[in-house]
């Protein structure tokens, strides 16, 4: 991935990495949980849907960035970082029925998410064929 890069360079940029999808972690599960806390925290309207969508798609980058630095295949880490988004997206829709919203949303958002499961196992069985029969 880093293939020519100094040791230094290496340390610094998985580094940066490491720093900003923690950061990306803590604020979006904050959100998620903690709505009211975060929007106090950063002078914001406390809108819970707004709150908790934003949260996940926080997550959903942190988890990206962090996968990126264990697998080098950039469409793996799209589709699992966008299973995990629009997965935790549709569950704020499920349980944020209340505030709003087409009822229906959680369940179309959970089956985009079933193709995008469906395209990580196909992907990821075409490259461990095409692997094995390199070896």
Known sequence: MMNGYSRQARIFVRAAVVVGAL???????????DPAGF??????????HFLHDAGVF???????????????????????????TNTLHAVNHAADLDLGGSPDDWWQLGLVSLLALAGLVVHRRQLSRRSR???
């Open 23 to 33: 950061m990306m972690l803590v604020f979006g599960v904050w959100m998620r949980i």
């Open 58 to 84: 926080q997550i959903g980058i942190g988890l990206m960035m962090l996968s990126a630095l264990v697998w080098h295949d950039v469409l793996s880490i799209v589709l699992v970082g966008f299973l995990v």
């Open 39 to 48: 929007a106090v925290f950063a002078r914001f309207p406390n809108h819970v």
């Open 133 to 135: 029969a390199h070896a």
